[in-house]
């Protein structure tokens, strides 16, 4: 069994990080919110590696048949993409788990990802970038999605807020 530490303990849902990872601090500043859950940015206060980490809830991950699926489905590509067919320009899943010790009792799937940099959206809106740069990450990108159409994977969520850029 795992020890976990509970982050945000006074709210609706609680969020829970495994204890090996208590020299990372909540960047307060880092949190988004889709479909499926909530992700949380965590950044080490030690210099450990990898310096930043993006952790996801699913919360009720199995409310619904095709809500579930979307879950299975992100978690598997995930998976999938883990070495050999690990990508520069592709976010690694580093692990995921789960609270609840009675599988009748699930309520919350988690996943841990590198934190893969500032949203495209935003680097859009900030207007800090040049040419060179809109040219490089196109190229990473179309690397990427080559990559993923190898494996006979298609993202079907494209936009410029799954984008990130690092």
Known sequence: FQEYIVVNASAASPFHIPAKYRNYQLDVTGHAAGSLGIIKKFNSTDGSLPASIAVKQFTLPFQTKPRASLVLRELNLL????????HPNIVQLIEMYTVER?????????????????????????????????????RELLSALKHLNSMGISHRNLHPDNMCIN
Request: aromatic fraction near 6%.
């Open 79 to 86: 998976k999938s993409m883990k070495p050999p067919n690990e």
């Open 102 to 138: 009675d599988e009748n009792q699930l309520q919350t799937i988690y996943h841990i990802t590198e934190h893969c940099g500032t949203p495209l959206s935003i680097m859009i809106k900030n207007a800090g970038y040049t040419m060179e740069s809109v040219k490089k990450w196109m």
